[in-house]
């Protein structure tokens, strides 16, 4: 049994930064791709950011260069880091997992076998 458990949300001013974390139990973690993922009220889950089993990452536009995506195989825990924050990234953020041999495979939503139970990130004054 997989579960991912994510921490770190909270409530946080224009401008602020927060770090997400997601811990991994089983023995999934080294061997999946992991993204992170938000779903705004009203709208679609969508891609916040990602990184393969060998490290290479992947961005929404809307978020490069204040977000960063991490992964510390050793504690089967991978980050998101968030910088800048602005009102439109509140939102709740979902960890997943997408098992794979392949370690520069970045799957697409419908591709990641587990997901967490989300974290809610709040953004304002």
């Known amino acids: 049994q997989v579960q991912l458990v994510e921490s770190g949300g909270g409530l946080v001013q224009p401008g602020g930064s927060l770090r997400l974390s997601c811990a991994a139990s089983?023995?999934?973690?080294?061997?999946?791709?992991m993204g992170w993922y938000r779903q705004a009220p009203g709208k679609q889950r969508e891609l916040v950011a990602a990184i393969t089993r060998g490290g290479s990452t992947n961005y929404a536009d809307s978020v490069k260069g204040r977000f960063t995506i991490s992964r510390d195989n050793a504690q089967n825990t991978v980050y998101l880091q968030m910088n800048s924050l602005k009102p439109e990234d509140t939102a709740v953020y979902y960890c997943?997992?997408?098992?794979?041999?392949?370690?520069?495979?970045?799957?697409?939503?419908?591709?990641?076998?587990?997901w967490g139970q989300g974290t809610q990130v709040t953004v304002s004054s």
């Open positions: 089983g023995s999934i973690f080294s061997s999946a791709a």
């Open positions: 997943a997992a997408a098992s794979t041999s392949n370690p520069y495979y970045l799957p697409p939503r419908t591709k990641y076998d587990y």
